[in-house]
């Protein structure tokens, strides 16, 4: 047997790691969250392997690439291409949608083009990104902004009072003054006090120059009136501006389907074009499900070239469980979970082989159910003769294992270390923590919290859900369950939609730079810098390296990037400040033996030693420690977490005992945990509940339902499946419900513990 050699990594966390990874199996990679599994897997193979590839290309193709540092690691012999399917979501915009990111939309419409009748054209006039196939209303998004004067104005108010309900249009913002300096108006005067003639020139002048501006308009501007500038400023275009007031443009903008074109996108010419009575835009709000059958019935010799094709991607996209999804959902919308299917699906039918395959845990989104039709596809790529490397921490997938490679023994400091290698049935003769909770056995709660008060949630319709009522209990911990694609998301972010007392805590990014860290984010690093002032005499600016105490050499920003022509950026951690981002006097100023960098470099268990006389400090910190990341240091950047590990920092902002009388929602909290660390987070839940809340988790891990209080079963299939409550009440009362393949999993799971 051949083999990947790792030798003498120290990439993060990892203590001097050399392992050898046997090739074309499948190996599975284990081990406490942060215990170093990312960081050998993705920071050190993963990124050696594309750093290397992207080397071989033109240098001015490597300056359109990620690039990649070398990892910190002595040597890899027998490094395969790597193919990353990882969790990030697949982004895109409005005119980005499962149909045209996995090119299923291309087949699609070459089949209009060919057997649609009338002919009106090509596969290219079918693609509403195209200006001849698009609706001219709506420019192909099929939907159409309205800007809510309502909400934009304030007619109670004069210019000069802020009549402009909208941060980037106040008086003294270069926006604002575009209004008031231009001489045209009463600024004291209210705006319900203005002519009709006034108004039309304040919202909807046509970009002008001025005749005779006044002498502080800027001489090159044009005026242009609010609503104008306001829709080509935030409605265009998808840019910063528009993210960084996204909760003032949702405020002010609302959004209907393009009465032109119904939501359909095209142009009524293209739409003419019909198979089976059919458009190509009612055939894309098919669900794959349904959307299969009318391909089948499909009776044409000619065009049997693209529909076999076709179909078979179809119903690849079923068989991983994705068959409520639809070609018109936008990309926007899909999960983690979802997308990740999405990209693993493209490998499926590849010819090529001798790769390896990474997939960052391929159970995110996805049922009990679900999860062997994924071993499934990840044993064919293996059966290819490919490499297959999986980081993994549910039960079901580590089971299929050919291989285990297990790191720990704990997270961060305490991690690092390769603790165990073999195969599964060798692991569970060791005590390591994975195999230790691996045949920990299971049962329901013994005794779970009996409801006394409950919120009625009633008629609920939304997507699969058809006229859904349903009661929650409240101080309890519930636990929603369904296969992914059931309704559970939808009923329960539908039904508390409104409600102001409910706290959505999801893993979708918090809105941060490279330069906001956890310290930042805790509203901790004011007192740390205040701190330090007080105790070395100097500024508190001079702790900050966005500010006074940045490095001169790179800003405060730690690295150097040189660009280099048509050669790709090169990066390199500053020489001066060695990658603290500190100038020399900040790093020189310390208090008890500590420069500021060296207090951004603790773990979060490290600095609750150092801070043990600073209360509030040491108050914000055990509350992240609290949720099992006591692993993570203190400047770590935000955009570097899993969405796991930012639900979990969201989480403890909470924990101070203070927040009563709310409804808390997670989705799939147990994203991203090993099995020994589900209790931490289940003592975060008792503790919201203990303070007078009440829990709700949308989850697919079968040991958090085995603690629930009470369970909500969504199904019983997805799609067009499910969508009705099969099952709410005490857990012990679903084992009954023979309907729900929920039902099946727990009793496997409280009989058979694996």
Not at 52 to 74: F, H, I, R
Not at 140 to 168: Q, R, W
Not at 313 to 319: C, P
């Amino acid at each position: 047997m051949s083999y990947i050699r790792i030798k003498g990594a120290n990439q993060n966390n990892l203590k001097n790691v050399s392992v050898d990874i046997p090739k074309h199996t499948l190996t599975v990679f284990t081990g406490r969250s942060g215990s170093g599994k990312s960081s050998l897997v993705f920071n050190t193979l993963a990124a050696e392997s594309e750093r290397l590839l992207n080397e071989t290309y033109s240098s001015y193709l490597q300056n359109q690439m990620t690039q990649y540092e070398k990892p910190d690691v002595d040597q890899i012999e027998n490094l395969p291409v790597a193919m990353i399917i990882n969790q990030k979501r697949l982004g895109g915009n409005s005119r980005s949608t499962v149909g045209t990111i996995s090119d299923i939309y291309s087949s699609v419409r070459l089949l209009w083009s060919r057997i649609g009748e009338p002919f009106v054209g090509y596969s290219n006039v079918f693609s509403f990104n195209n200006p001849s196939g698009m609706c001219q209303r709506c420019q192909g998004l099929g939907y159409v902004e309205d800007i809510d004067l309502d909400e934009l104005l304030d007619y109670d108010k004069s210019l000069n009072e802020d009549a402009i309900k909208f941060p980037s249009f106040r008086p003294d913002s270069w926006r604002g003054k575009r209004y008031l300096y231009s001489g045209l108006f009463d600024n004291d005067k209210k705006l319900r006090d203005y002519t009709d003639e006034e108004m039309e020139t304040f919202l909807y002048t046509k970009p002008t120059r001025l005749k005779n501006p006044p002498s502080n308009w800027p001489r090159t501007a044009q005026f242009e009136g609010l609503i104008h500038r306001f829709r080509r400023s935030f409605l265009l275009n998808d840019n910063f501006e528009k993210k960084r007031f996204i909760n003032d443009v949702n405020r002010v903008v609302t959004s209907r389907d393009c009465p032109d074109c119904n939501g359909k996108r095209l142009n009524d010419t293209v739409l003419s074009c019909k198979i089976d009575g059919m458009d190509i835009a009612d055939f894309t709000n098919l669900s794959i499900e349904e959307a299969i059958p009318f391909l089948k019935q499909l009776d044409d010799p000619k065009s049997e070239y693209i529909i076999r094709p076709l179909l078979a991607q179809m119903e690849s996209l079923s068989y991983v469980g994705l068959n409520y999804l639809t070609l018109a959902r936008e990309t926007p919308s899909l999960s983690g979970g979802e997308s990740q299917r999405i990209k693993l699906i493209r490998h499926l039918n590849s010819p090529l082989a001798d790769l390896v395959y990474i997939i960052d845990e391929p159970s995110v989104g996805l049922h009990p159910e679900d999860i062997e039709k994924i071993n499934t596809i990840m044993r064919s790529i293996r059966d290819k003769g490919n490499t297959v490397l999986v980081v993994e921490h549910d039960p079901d997938v580590v089971q299929i294992a050919d291989h285990v490679i297990d790191i720990g023994p704990g997270a961060g400091q305490h991690g690092g270390e390769i603790i165990f290698t073999g195969s599964y049935e060798e692991l569970m003769k060791t005590d390591t923590p994975t195999a230790t909770a691996l045949d920990r056995p299971h049962q329901l709660k013994a005794q779970p919290r009996r409801p006394s008060d409950f919120i009625s949630l009633k008629h609920i319709t939304r997507n699969n859900l058809k006229d859904v009522s349903v009661d929650i209990p409240k101080n309890v911990l519930s636990v929603v369950t369904g296969v992914a694609g059931s309704g559970k998301s939808t009923l329960i972010k539908t039904g508390f939609r409104d409600d102001p007392d409910a706290i959505f805590i999801d893993q979708k990014p918090v809105h941060a730079s490279n330069r906001s860290n956890l310290l930042t984010y805790m509203d901790l690093f004011d007192d740390i810098r205040t701190f330090f002032s007080k105790q070395t005499g100097l500024r508190k600016g001079m702790f900050s390296y966005n500010s006074e105490g940045a490095c001169p050499e790179c800003n405060g920003k730690g690295v150097l990037k040189t660009e280099l022509a048509f050669m790709p950026d090169f990066s390199q951690t500053c020489e001066v400040c060695g990658g603290t981002r500190y100038k020399p006097e900040a790093l020189a100023a310390t208090v008890d033996g500590y420069s500021i960098a060296d207090i951004l470099a603790l773990t979060v268990e490290e600095a609750l030693s150092v801070f043990k006389t600073n209360a509030h400090v040491i108050e914000r910190l055990r509350t992240v420690q609290d949720t099992g990341l006591h692993y993570m240091t203190l400047g770590q950047s935000l955009d570097t977490l899993s969405g796991g590990e930012i639900q979990r920092v969201k989480l403890s902002r909470y924990l101070d005992g203070e927040a009563t009388g709310q409804v808390f929602i997670f989705d799939e909290p147990t994203t991203g945990l090993h099995e020994d660390d589900i209790p931490t987070l289940l003592e975060c839940f008792q503790e919201l509940i203990d303070q007078g809340n009440t829990v709700i988790l949308i989850e697919h891990n079968l040991t958090m339902m085995t603690h629930a209080d009470w369970i909500i079963d969504v199904g019983p299939g997805p799609g067009l499946k499910g969508g009705a409550i099969l099952y709410s009440g005490a857990p012990s009362g679903l084992l009954d419900v023979e309907s729900s393949v929920t039902a099946k999993h727990i009793r496997r799971y409280i009989s058979n513990p694996e």
